[in-house]
């Protein structure tokens, strides 16, 4: 499944550190711009008390997690869109990406440069998306002239696209309006609306949704001292807390290099209750719209990703296409209800396992059980 999210944010803000942590893996962290030029991609394990207690009940010899994908994507700078900075190739690699994980620095430290000056967290977002928004102006420039054209000589394979068309062509000023305002807010809007209205419009960098994580310093992820880090306050007052997740990336990184003794032992010196690391993928991948469902055995627990209302069969053939092709029907149940059960003998006594056919759209936490025949 290609589904991915970047991390964005201006130079020095800790993006390649937070990454290093997501991922266990090791790219260049240096204080000085561009030291990442080429986006890297890695997968994390999407932590999941679940799959444990899954494990538990079939006695599974291991567990596999479900998976997310994250992008370090070099930082940016004011100009990118006329390429400062190789902006243009920066700009390109967060279009790939489904969901955009803004990293803005709100720790002071004299020794790591700011590239603006001063640390601003709220003045860098705005920053970084009036240069998305800049380069969106140019491609909505050029889409309108290629539906003009595409509708002037009417060349819709239906009916159907030909209105999808001339409806696209009227969202055009309100979406140019909004980007000349550099109303960040509007353009969102304006892509719920069309998604609600099931109108596939041009993908747009500013129209794709996106997550804040404040960047603190070690002392003040410590406990819940971030709460009183002006900074991160800041961002809170402007976006909400909801829509702002506080977490160290310094001590993230160092956390994930520690076994779990010595990861859990650090945690409990500092007073940190979880992993700021776990709050980032399970907001990403709800974000990304994705749900978990579960195949177990005692060979293994297997937790699957899946785009939340896809079907049946289409979740049969995330494990294996012949079983997509082949697809009869699914025995399903929830993990909820099993563990209120305690056994799936329990389960089928109480009616809730149950046999399911092509149109049932699967809900996350389901357990399937496959029947095909190819």
């Not at 000023?173 to 960040?184: G, I, Q, T, V, Y």
């Not at 002392?219 to 977490?247: C, M, S, W």
């Not at 956390?255 to 992993?275: S, Y």
């Not at 929830?334 to 799936?344: I, K, P, T, V, Y």
Request: hydrophobic share 40%.
């Amino acid at each position: 499944m290609g589904i991915q999210a970047g991390l964005v944010g201006l130079p020095n803000v800790g993006k390649s550190t937070l990454f290093n942590a997501l991922t266990k893996s090791s790219i260049p962290a240096a204080n000085y711009p561009f030291c990442t030029v080429d986006p890297h991609v890695a997968i994390t394990y999407v932590p999941d008390p679940r799959l444990d207690d899954l494990a538990k009940v079939f006695k599974s010899e291991k567990k596999i997690p479900t998976m997310v994908k994250f992008v370090d994507i070099a930082g940016l700078v004011k100009g990118a869109a006329e390429g400062e900075g190789l902006g243009n190739q920066f700009l390109g690699t967060i279009m790939e990406v489904d969901l955009v994980l803004h990293v803005l620095r709100c720790f002071e430290d004299g020794e790591i440069t700011h590239v603006q000056g001063t640390v601003d967290p709220v003045n860098d977002f705005e920053i970084i998306c009036a240069e998305l928004m800049l380069k969106d102006l140019d491609s909505l420039n050029k889409r309108e002239e290629r539906l003009n054209s595409m509708i002037k000589k009417k060349q819709a394979a239906s009916p159907q696209q030909a209105k999808e068309w001339e409806t696209e062509k009227e969202y055009i000023p309100l979406l140019r309006d909004a980007l000349n305002k550099f109303d960040l807010a509007q353009v969102q809007a304006l892509f719920r609306k069309a998604k609600a209205e099931k109108l596939p419009l041009q993908p747009l960098l500013s129209g794709k949704n996106y997550l804040l994580i404040a960047n603190v310093s070690e002392d003040d992820y410590a406990g819940t001292n971030y709460e009183n880090n002006r900074h991160y306050q800041a961002l809170v007052a402007k976006f909400g807390k909801d829509n702002v997740i506080p977490v160290s990336a310094k001590i993230e990184s160092e956390l994930a290099q520690m076994d779990d003794a010595d990861a859990k032992e650090m945690m409990n010196d500092l007073g940190i209750t979880h992993k700021g690391l776990d709050d980032i993928i399970a907001r990403a991948y709800k974000e990304l719209g994705l749900i978990t469902f579960f195949t177990c055995g005692p060979k293994e627990a297997h937790a699957w990703s899946l785009r939340k209302d896809t079907k049946v069969p289409q979740a049969a053939g995330e494990i294996h296409s012949d079983l997509e092709r082949g697809f009869i029907c699914a025995e399903v149940y929830n993990h909820r209800d099993l563990m209120q059960a305690g056994s799936e003998q329990k389960l089928k006594e109480t009616g809730k396992m149950r046999t399911e056919g092509k149109e049932y759209i699967v809900q996350d936490g389901d357990l399937l059980n496959i029947r095909f025949n190819v």
